[in-house]
């Protein structure tokens, strides 16, 4: 129930305000979010790389529903490139980005998957350019189609475009079966938004669900991206890699920034790759809310803050 109404709290726009002008949040926000600008973002990465952790880039902002703000969006895309590229973070994939196409404009009316899909591939150009990938995050279910669409679209002349995949989806087993091709970076996540039984796995069953797509993934011939701190599935995705026989170079693990940093780092040290999800930017409060909804203890760690410092 408190996962229910914190999902429902990221939509309220009164709620937003409020939080967003409490002059404590921002330093609270900082153990998941290091910044609004672009500094802080390369600040981040930077710190990362120097414990042999890899990243991967969001400029936080979604449901864009205006064509100027989709390319201000795009632009800070091009912007954090170019920054990453300046510091050599880029080449190899060290640093990589993610996009949501609802922020370079999906959601406009009319001409929406048009407009996302051309500003996206502007931004896997920069990303070419720069010797790096962009990976399309997943939004709720009712963007899935469109999305993967983009994605097929997306990867005839830029096939290093990974996507993400939300295992407690029903259709997700078959996605991944479908993109578990040569070349395909496929990123499964449990799945951040709330949705309908009528098109996901509930409670424990996401679990086991997210096994068996990843058992497809690590038995395919792509790029899986292991994105959870859930340590069981960590474990068994070391189990399917070894059973595979995987090169440590062949897949990766993923986390959020702030999250389980000392996992990150045991999984780094031991030789395998591990990517961290860096939000950042001045839109950090639907992130927030969905971080506060996975882990009550996070909700209790912000109010703490805003106590003691408010
Ligand atoms: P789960 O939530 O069950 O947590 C397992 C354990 O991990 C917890 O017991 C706790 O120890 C720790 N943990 C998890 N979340 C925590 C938190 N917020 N704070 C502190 N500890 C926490 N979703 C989506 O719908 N679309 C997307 O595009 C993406 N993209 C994405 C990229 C990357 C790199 C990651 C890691 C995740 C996403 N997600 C996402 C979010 C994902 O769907 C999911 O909501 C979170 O990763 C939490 O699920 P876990 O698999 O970590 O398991």
Redesign the pocket.
Known sequence: MLRNGLLHLADSTRVRDLVEQAPVSRAVVRRFVPGAGTTDAVGAATALASTHRMA?IDYLGEDTTDLAHAEHTRDAYLTLLSAFAAEGLTSGGVVEV?LKLSAVGQALPDDGHRVALEHARQVCQAALNAGTTVTL???DHTTTDATLETLRELRQDFPDTGA?L?AHLHRTEADCADLADEGSRV?L?????KEPESVAFQGSDVDKAYVRSLKVLMAGRGYPMI?????R?VEIAGALAAKHGRDPKSFEY???YG??PEEQQRIADRGDQMRV?IPYGEQWYGYLM??MA??P??LAFFLRGVASKG
């Not at 996540?189 to 938004?193: M, N, Q």
Request: hydrophobic share 25%; aromatic share 6%; charged share 30%.
């Open positions: 991967t993610s995050d997943m939004e993400v939300q990123r996540c449990k799945g951040a938004y994105a959870t701190h859930d340590p599935l993923q986390m959020l999250i389980r999800y969905r971080r996975e882990k203890g996070n």
